[in-house]
Nanobody, 120 residues
Framework: QVQLVESGGGAVQAGGSLTLSCSAS????????MGWYRQAPGKQRELVAT???????DYADSVKGRFTISRDNAKNTVSLQMNSLKPEDTAIYYC??????????????WGQGTQVTVSS
């Protein structure tokens, strides 16, 4: 069993900053990628940022230049530094991990979500 535990959400005014953190634990053989997705009310869940074990990153166009994803491979953690926040960044943010639990078994795992609210 694998658990993803998120922290760091909250409420902030536009232009402010927040940092989200996620820790993966449990039966992890190999952690391929970790990332963040978000879902705003009435909208589909969307990619925010991801990073793989080699350090490659990918960002949604809407957050490029404002958000930075970082990962600690030794600790199986991923963080999302969010700067210059906008009201449209308001959403529930979910941590995601794509990993192998054995050499041949892999799956996607999700955290419980953390609320980010940006007021104008």
């Amino acid at each position: 069993q694998v658990q993803l535990v998120e922290s760091g959400g909250g409420a902030v005014q536009a232009g402010g900053s927040l940092t989200l953190s996620c820790s993966a634990s449990g039966s992890i053989f190999s952690l391929v990628s970790m990332g963040w997705y978000r879902q705003a009310p009435g909208k589909q869940r969307e990619l925010v940022a991801t990073t793989n074990s080699g350090g490659a990153t990918d960002y949604a166009d809407s957050v490029k230049g404002r958000f930075t994803i970082s990962r600690d491979n030794a600790k199986n953690t991923v963080s999302l530094q969010m700067n210059s926040l906008k009201p449209e960044d308001t959403a529930i943010y979910y941590c995601n991990a794509y990993l192998y639990t054995t050499p041949r078994q892999w799956s996607d795992y999700w955290g419980q979500g953390t609320q980010v609210t940006v007021s104008s």
